[in-house]
C-alpha cells in the first residue's frame, strides 16, 4: 500500500528562471518565480508538476561517468526524434550521445548540465 503520491519533480540548478523557461520550450506552460526567484514552478504543462530551486554552488553531473552518479535523468516522449532534437538544441541543449540513426533515443544536456533524453519508443 502506498503512503504517498508524487507531488513535484524539483531540480536544483544555478538560474531557476532560466531553466523553467528551458522546460517551457520542450513541455508547455508558463514559468511561474516565487518573490525572490530562488524557486519556479513550471505551470499549466501536463504531467508530472516540475519546479526549479536556486543551488549555489550547483555542479552539473557528469554524463557518462564511472566516477560519478547522474543524479537524475529526465525522459521526455517525442513522435519525431529530429524536429524535437532541432527544438531542443534551439533552446540551448548540448548534445550527449546521439547513438545511431536506428536508436529510438537521444542524449543531451540541459542549459543546467542536468541529462535529458528525447525518446521515440
Not at 508530472?48 to 564511472?66: E, I, M, N, R
Request: charged content about 15%; overall charge negative; hydrophobic content about 40%.
Amino acid at each position: 500500500m502506498a503512503i504517498a503520491a508524487l507531488g513535484t519533480v524539483v531540480v536544483d540548478c544555478p538560474d531557476p528562471l532560466a531553466l523553467a523557461t528551458f522546460y517551457a520550450g520542450l513541455l508547455g506552460g508558463t514559468p511561474s518565480p516565487d518573490e525572490d526567484g530562488s524557486w519556479v514552478d513550471l505551470a499549466g504543462h501536463p504531467g508530472t508538476a516540475l519546479a526549479f530551486q536556486l543551488a549555489p554552488g550547483h555542479v552539473a553531473p557528469k554524463w557518462p561517468s564511472d566516477g560519478g552518479a547522474q543524479q537524475f535523468h529526465l525522459d521526455l516522449t517525442v513522435d519525431d526524434l529530429d524536429a524535437a532534437q532541432a527544438r531542443i538544441l534551439d533552446l540551448g541543449a548540448t548534445p550527449l550521445d546521439l547513438g545511431g540513426p536506428d536508436r529510438t533515443y537521444r542524449v543531451y544536456a540541459d542549459p543546467a548540465g542536468h541529462p535529458v533524453c528525447l525518446c521515440a519508443c
